[in-house]
């Protein structure tokens, strides 16, 4: 089955920075889009960044461009997202998945606070 671990979160001040990793496994990772999603207290989960099978083609949420990046590593079925100048309203708990399958692990926490 497929299985969803991300890690990396925790309590940063704005501006600050965080790497988030996620391992996957159960399924044929390198075919795959993965994605990267958020939810933030109150509101719904929304997509924050997204990266093609093969790592050449990336997408990104307009509220994160130019300040997240997001990279995979096939051979250690893992994706990553490298999150730059933070934000408060970055504030959220963020969940890898294969875009559009809707399986979630249980996420990790990002707090943005002074």
């Known amino acids: 089955q497929v299985q969803l671990v991300e890690s990396g979160g925790g309590l940063v001040q704005p501006g600050g920075s965080l790497r988030l990793s996620c391992a996957a496994s159960?399924?044929?990772?390198?075919?795959?889009?993965m994605s990267w999603y958020r939810q933030a207290p109150g509101k719904e989960r929304e997509l924050v960044a997204s990266?093609?099978?093969?790592?050449?083609?990336?997408n990104y949420a307009d509220s994160v461009k130019g300040r997240f990046t997001i990279s995979r590593e096939n051979a250690k079925n893992a994706v990553f997202l490298q999150m730059n100048s933070l934000k408060p309203e970055d504030t959220a708990v963020y969940y890898c998945?294969?875009?559009?399958?809707?399986?979630w692990g249980q996420g990790t926490q990002v707090t943005v606070s002074s």
């Open positions: 159960g399924f044929t990772f390198s075919t795959v889009v």
């Open positions: 998945s294969p875009r559009g399958w809707a399986k």
């Open positions: 990266i093609g099978s093969i790592g050449s083609i990336t």
